[in-house]
T-cell receptor, first 116, second 114 residues
Framework: SAVISQKPSRDICQRGTSLTIQCQVDSQVTMMFWYRQQPGQSLTLIAT?????????ESGFVIDKFPISRPNLTFSTLTVSNMSPEDSSIYLCSVHPTGGQTGELFFGEGSRLTVL | KQEVTQIPAALSVPEGENLVLNCSFT??????LQWFRQDPGKGLTSLLLIQSSQREQTSGRLNASLDKSSGRSTLYIAASQPGDSATYLC?????????????FGKGTLLTVNP
């Protein structure tokens, strides 16, 4: 398993501003992912954070809106840029432990973002 | 494109009841299926993982089954307790497991009344 810490746990932001969410893992992991959960909806994968290279984005998500960094094997950030009320969501970091054979993913506590 | 459906969307039961949550998926070519628990405004806690070759997994009062050919999974909770109140999410990982991407259902909101 893996222990995942996310910061901030929640925030209230003004329209047009940007916010960076941090994800710290207690062990080195190969795969890190960022998901979004809009109110009343299921989780949707935003992107895969690749160590040492650009993130791989899913359809409907772009780097200009959701820039991602992955400077090492234990840390990643997701920035939500030029926010609008539609960006109000829970953003979750997920990891697949290095060497894991089952494909089991673990999730952080999430960052609850409200945009006014 | 994989789609995951969970039924019912909400369920309210008295304490002590046994209950079943249902999950169905449209593409049977999966690598695994995971059940998660989510408390209000919080992250996800992994409950059970079933590999595509397995039929069921058990952890304490929880039992999850998988029928890959029919695209169905159930989560059975025995002797429910108020502390079981949460949203339960089902998620499937595509076959091969090489990209580790999960497709989620919308969840079942469970309320266990004392």
């Amino acid at each position: 398993s893996a222990v995942i810490s996310q910061k901030p746990s929640r925030d209230i932001c003004q329209r047009g501003t940007s916010l960076t969410i941090q994800c710290q893992v207690d062990s080195q992991v190969t795969m890190m992912f960022w998901y979004r959960q809009q109110p009343g909806q299921s989780l949707t994968l935003i992107a895969t954070a690749n160590q040492g290279s650009e993130a791989t984005y899913e359809s409907g998500f772009v780097i200009d809106k959701f820039p991602i960094s992955r400077p090492n094997l234990t840390f990643s950030t997701l920035t939500v840029s030029n926010m609008s009320p539609e960006d109000s969501s829970i953003y979750l970091c997920s990891v697949h432990p290095t060497g894991g054979q089952t494909g089991e993913l673990f999730f952080g506590e999430g960052s609850r973002l409200t945009v006014l | 494109k994989q789609e995951v459906t969970q039924i019912p969307a909400a369920l309210s039961v008295p304490e002590g009841e046994n209950l079943v949550l249902n999950c169905s998926f449209t593409d049977s070519a999966i690598y695994n299926l995971q059940w998660f628990r989510q408390d209000p405004g919080k992250g996800l806690t992994s409950l059970l993982l079933i590999q595509s070759s397995q039929r069921e997994q058990t952890s304490g009062r929880l039992n999850a089954s998988l029928d890959k050919s029919s695209g169905r999974s159930t989560l059975y909770i025995a002797a429910s307790q108020p502390g079981d109140s949460a949203t339960y999410l089902c998620a499937v990982m595509g076959s091969g497991g090489s990209n580790y991407k999960l497709t989620f259902g919308k969840g079942t909101l469970l309320t266990v009344n004392p």
